[in-house]
């Protein structure tokens, strides 16, 4: 008998000994206590801080001189208008914190409640995008409650967002920088704002479409001040001057208004790693009315000393203002018969010598013209059919530039199409189209079939159709009307729809004679 309650009361201790330490037994429990008042969050999650002590300091003391030393070292950029969304990048604190420093300066002008952040998994696979409802984040300098409230109403409007408790075991377990290098940031710039972390991992666009609209409700319809970071870095392992190249690629893209010129650009940039983050960033800015501004672009050599491989960093926000609208005189761009003869040999000699050979061929004509800002697409057709047709709706580089981009794009790029190969080139007939400034239309009676292109958008759908394609099919104005809401992926008649805007344009368009090659 007391054998056997030596052996009960054993039993009992081990017991007490293990709930003991399933209470208190480290940081890596789900279901510890997170602070003192575990009652008042309905979730008992945590992001760890892998990271610190490796990736940046985990002294306090260091860590929020190193930040401040950051901030104050940024230079005065002035700016109309609220930071809504900001762009940094993730590298470890010593290289990358210097220009992450220029976004969270721009940014502490406002209070902020909530911070979302969009970052992704470089090492993790999951089919949706990872969201944690509630817990907290640590840091070095103290833990970051998740916004439940938030979190909840993202989680709610999109069913793409989703948590699976191995993810972030997996995540606690091996760290991930593209999310976790800004959380010592946001603690420190705004000390009492909650925070709502949002991992990306290999989703389709139209997951990102719609991940872009959640959070672009929550931030027009929400009471709260948030702030959306983005988190990614540009080129990796270039030596600097590569770099530098691949760098201009990426952030022409990124401060494009239009998302399709950012997935071309991010395609042949070979940089950013956080395409998916800055695509939803992108939709999101476009969906608001957002404009950009580059703050600051950088790169770790100009830490290291190493110029031989470096990692591109850029600083970008966007602000509250509306885009400016256009001013200038209304008609068709004029260029000369013999500047259209020089532009279709260009195209031409471009998508030669891109195919032929995977290089890009240099403009240096001097007229004024090379250095405009202009609305282009470049079509090519092989025996009367399409075979490739890629434009920018409006200008943000120079045409000497865009030309050639574009001939490459339209050549080897369409999605619609296999790219073309070195024996199909002589059999191509090459259109060029210039387009003017865009105009909004208060009347469908402003657009006159045969000058006007249209571009219809409601949403995140948009659709443009150039002003000839509209005289090659002999539609009238209700036709056209239809078939560009169709191009949008809207109802023929959304063009009816007060919330849709119909925008029109004016082109020059010339083309090569009958038969292909000049």
Known sequence: MNQLSRKTRLFFLLIIILNSSCLSGGKKSEERSLDKNPNKRKYNMEIDDVLAGRWYTANPKDLKEELQKYLDGTDTISFNNEVKIGLVPHAGLIYSGPVAAYTYKAASKRKIDTVIILGFFHRIFYDKIFLLPGGIVKTPLGDIEIDEDISGKISKICSKFAYDSSVLRKLNSEGENSLELNFPFIKHVFPDAKIVPIYYAQNDYQTLIES????????????KEILLIVSSD????????????????????????????????CANSQGACGKDPITVAKLISQLLGYKSLLLKHSHSGKVSGDNSQVVGYGSIIWTGEKLEKKTAEKGAIEVSDELKTRMLSYVRKSINEYVKNGKKIKIDDQEDIWNKNLGLFVTLKKAGNLRGCIGYIEGYQALRNSLVDLSIAASTKDPR??????????????EISILSPIYDVNDVKEIKVGRDGIIIKKGFYQGLLLPQVATEYGWDLETFLEHTCEKAGLSSDSWKDKKTQIKRFSATIFQEKEGGKK
């Open 234 to 265: 540009l080129s990796h392992f270039n030596n600097s001057k590569v770099a530098d190249s691949l760098d201009n690629i990426t952030l022409e893209g990124i401060l494009s208004e239009d998302p399709k010129v950012w997935n071309i650009k």
């Open 212 to 223: 872009a609209n959640a959070i672009a409700t929550i931030l027009k319809e929400s009471n």
């Open 417 to 430: 199409f296999e790219p073309i190969n070195k024996d199909e080139i002589d059999s191509l007939h090459i």
